[in-house]
């Protein structure tokens, strides 16, 4: 079993900017790839980012690529999303998830390859 806790959604204007974390308990850190999602109001959930098990490969959505940044501290068991230069369209409840399977070098898009779910934060920018 791995837990999955996220933190550090909020509220912020348009323009700001926001880090989350995820810590993660129950197996090794190491040996499971990261992602985040996000689910806006009406809308599916949607891919944001992954990397892999040390960090050597990230992935992007197209509408966060040069905006969101993905790391992992291993010895911390956390993995973090920096967003930056937020926009209204950002605005869900956003996810992280563990994947076990997936490979050591390689990142998934694809929900059904996470084998773990944390509960979500909200993250609500105002224009």
């Known amino acids: 079993q791995v837990q999955l806790v996220e933190s550090g959604g909020g509220l912020v204007q348009a323009g700001g900017s926001l880090r989350l974390s995820c810590a993660a308990s129950?197996?090794?850190?190491?040996?499971?790839?990261m992602g985040w999602f996000r689910r806006a109001p009406g809308k599916e959930r949607e891919f944001v980012a992954a990397?892999?098990?040390?960090?050597?490969?990230?992935d992007y959505a197209d509408s966060v690529n040069g905006r969101f940044t993905i790391s992992r501290d291993n010895a911390k068991n956390t993995v973090y999303l920096q967003m930056n230069s937020l926009k209204p369209e950002d605005t869900a409840v956003y996810f992280c998830?563990?994947?076990?399977?997936?490979?050591?070098?390689?990142?998934?898009?694809?929900?059904?390859?996470?084998?773990?779910w944390g509960q979500g934060t909200q993250v609500t920018v105002s224009s």
């Open positions: 129950g197996r090794t850190f190491s040996t499971y790839t």
């Open positions: 990397i892999s098990r040390i960090g050597a490969n990230t």
């Open positions: 998830a563990a994947g076990l399977y997936i490979g050591t070098y390689r990142t998934s898009t694809i929900p059904s390859q996470y084998n773990y």
